[in-house]
């Protein structure tokens, strides 16, 4: 069994930072890409950044400049740095890890509320 583990999220004002992380734990070795998604309520989840195996990183343009991701293989942990944040990034966000090889497979995270307001 694979699990991920959701800390980091929370209640901040406008411009402010917070940074989650997400830790990986069970048979998830090998080739993996990692990602954070976001949830606003009422709207579909969507990617808001994702990491590759090799650093390789893409993004929501609304976050650019903003959001920086990033990962730590050993700890098979990914974190998504938070900055400058704006209401509308007020979501619940998921953390996500597709296995690429060897096998397949694609697990989410319990889901944390980042919530930005005054």
């Known amino acids: 069994q694979v699990q991920l583990v959701e800390s980091g999220g929370g209640l901040v004002q406008p411009g402010g930072s917070l940074r989650l992380s997400c830790a990986a734990s069970?048979?998830?070795?090998?080739?993996?890409?990692m990602g954070w998604y976001g949830q606003a309520p009422g709207k579909e989840r969507e990617l808001v950044e994702g990491?590759?195996?090799?650093?390789?990183?893409n993004y929501l343009d609304s976050v650019k400049g903003r959001f920086t991701i990033s990962r730590d293989n050993d700890k098979n942990t990914v974190y998504l740095q938070m900055n400058s944040l704006k209401p509308e990034d007020t979501a619940v966000y998921y953390c996500?890890?597709?296995?690429?090889?060897?096998?397949?497979?694609?697990?989410w995270g319990q889901g944390t509320q980042v919530t930005v307001s005054a």
């Open positions: 996500n890890v597709k296995k690429i090889f060897p096998g397949s497979g694609n697990y």
């Open positions: 990491i590759s195996n090799g650093g390789s990183t």
């Open positions: 069970g048979r998830i070795s090998g080739i993996l890409v």
